[in-house]
């Protein structure tokens, strides 16, 4: 079992799905853990509800306030050692149906919030020189998607973030990497139909569609020690599934 006790750790976008499976993996190891939401009231919900320190207001990308919050939380902890950017949106349009605000949200959520929120966390790591980020990729990232060009390309960014970033900090102690899950069941993929869904779990090695757990125990692995000696790497969590 991971130990992750006297951590103390940060998931954006921690209300549901897979960050709110990965504040309950960082609990269950010990962590103090707080989570952000977009809405207060949710925040403060899904942390009592998941035994996190704190659910706080966050949108990830108002550079300011990731910033402000990172820096409350490290001097209100005295530290901080994990950082999960896990905060996105996924919206599906064809070439030829991409609106101009489409793109915009879509980047400054994925792109830019994520990019915010590993600044924020690797100022606040520096002064102790230790700490472990992770940010979420996706499988689209890497292979492309049909009707999905702006969110793959997001996503593609978001990957080499971690890549970036791990060079930039690692001298300083920080690890940072991404996960790049396949299609996982939660209120992003409910839009599917069920003969996608059918399709996809029929297309993965592994039979089935990914949950949020199988995403939050990857990403538990990745910021403990056992994960010491790994940085830069984007690890897919897709049962095998190829595009
Ligand atoms: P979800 O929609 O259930 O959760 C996304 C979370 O991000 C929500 O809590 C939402 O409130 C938050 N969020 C969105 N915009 C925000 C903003 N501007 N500021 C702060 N918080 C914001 O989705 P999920 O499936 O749990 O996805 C989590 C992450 O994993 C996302 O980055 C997503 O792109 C990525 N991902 C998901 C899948 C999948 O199949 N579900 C696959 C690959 C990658």
């Known amino acids: ?3 992750l006790s006297g951590r103390v750790a940060l998931v954006t976008g921690g209300t549901r799905g897979i960050g709110l499976a990965t504040v309950r993996a960082l609990v269950d190891a010990g962590a103090t853990v707080v989570l952000t939401g977009r809405d207060e009231a949710r925040a403060k919900e899904a ?12 949108d990830v990308t108002d550079a300011k306030a990731v ?4 820096r409350g939380v490290a001097k209100e902890h005295g530290k901080l050692d994990i950082v999960v950017a896990n905060a996105g949106i996924m919206e599906d349009a064809l070439l030829g149906m991409i609106r101009e605000e489409l793109v915009d949200t879509t980047l400054s959520t994925n792109v830019a919030g ?7 966390a690797a100022r606040a790591m520096m002064r102790k020189k230790t700490g472990s980020i992770v940010v979420l990729a996706s499988i689209v990232g890497e292979y492309g998607s049909a009707g999905q060009t702006v969110y793959a390309a997001s996503k593609a960014a978001v ?11 690692g001298r300083s102690g920080i690890r940072v990497n991404a996960v790049a899950p396949g299609v996982i069941e939660t209120d992003l993929t409910a839009g599917l139909s069920e003969d996608a869904k059918a399709e996809n779990a029929g297309k993965t090695p592994l039979g089935r569609l990914g949950r949020a757990e199988d995403v939050a125990n990857a990403i538990r692995f990745l910021v403990s020690d056992e994960a010491s000696f790994v940085t830069g790497q984007v690890l897919g969590v897709d049962g095998g599934l190829v595009l």
């Open 1 to 3: 079992m991971t130990d």
């Open 47 to 58: 942390a009592s509800a998941a035994g996190a320190a704190a659910g706080l207001a966050l």
């Open 114 to 120: 994520t990019l915010h929120t590993v600044q924020a």
């Open 159 to 169: 990957a080499n973030i971690a890549k970036s970033a791990a060079k930039e900090l």
């Open 67 to 70: 910033s402000s919050l990172v």
